[in-house]
């Protein structure tokens, strides 16, 4: 099916591990992004993307990883998980600079880290 | 830092009653967006209002932007239960399409 799709959906790990969220579209939009969710902050940018092999720093890009070989991929990397990463991440991509602003996000990965 | 702040941060109303929530910004903008989140699942775009714009319609939906006191309102006509949600509003200040968003109101229409 169409659309954006995050794995896993769900993960615990403990600190100091590395972890990989996935996050896959296929409409081969341009830009993509990872936020995170927090209870009192909203979503916060972690990072972005403009196309393949282009990344930029968002808010909050402290601990964390991405790159972007291929348009329809993005994954982003807690190189070495801490407590404060505990939280829910969306991945989104948007059809800009085309026609529209609009963001699309996945369904989120909750992540728990021990 | 937060951009949007929404206001209230919850909201209770009975169905067929009209829900109005709140956002002020602190910087210019390109264009404003809201979303809704169902409890446990991403966000979904609602509407889009761009800085020269006053007033917009969408369905029950309707959006005001007073860039004059960095404000903006969504007003959801005649509720159903089915609008219970968190409603997020998102500032895009322009360069590459980044949002900033508010931190949402919890609405919940009670049958």
């Known amino acids: 099916d169409a659309g954006i799709t995050q794995s896993p959906r769900y993960k615990i790990t403990e600190t100091g591990r590395q972890v990989t969220l996935m996050c896959h579209q296929t409409w081969s939009h341009s830009y993509m992004f990872w936020y995170r969710q927090d209870l009192g902050h909203g979503l916060r940018l972690i990072y972005y993307?403009?196309?393949?092999?282009?990344?930029d720093k968002g808010e909050v890009p402290d601990g964390y990883v991405v790159s972007r070989s291929k348009t329809e991929n993005f994954p982003l990397t807690l190189e070495s998980a801490t407590r404060s990463q505990t939280s829910v991440y969306f991945c989104a991509s948007s059809a800009y600079p085309g026609t529209s602003y609009e963001q699309y996000f996945g369904p989120g990965t909750r992540l728990t880290v021990t | 830092s937060q951009q949007g702040e929404e206001d209230p941060q919850a909201l209770s109303i009975q169905e067929g009653e009209n829900a109005t929530m709140n956002c002020s910004y602190k910087?210019?903008?390109?264009?404003l967006q809201w979303y809704r989140q169902n409890s446990g699942r991403g966000l979904v775009h609602l509407i889009l209002?761009?800085?020269?714009?006053r007033e917009k319609h969408s369905g029950r939906l309707r959006v005001t932007l007073d860039t004059s006191k960095k404000s903006s309102s969504l007003l959801i006509t005649a509720s159903r239960a089915a609008d219970t949600a968190s409603y997020f509003c998102?500032?895009?200040?322009?360069?590459?399409?980044?949002?900033?968003f508010g931190t949402g109101t919890q609405l919940k229409v009670e049958l």
């Open positions: 993307s403009a196309a393949a092999d282009i990344t």
């Open positions: 209002i761009r800085s020269n714009e």
């Open positions: 998102a500032t895009d200040t322009g360069g590459g399409n980044k949002l900033t």
């Open positions: 910087t210019s903008i390109n264009n």
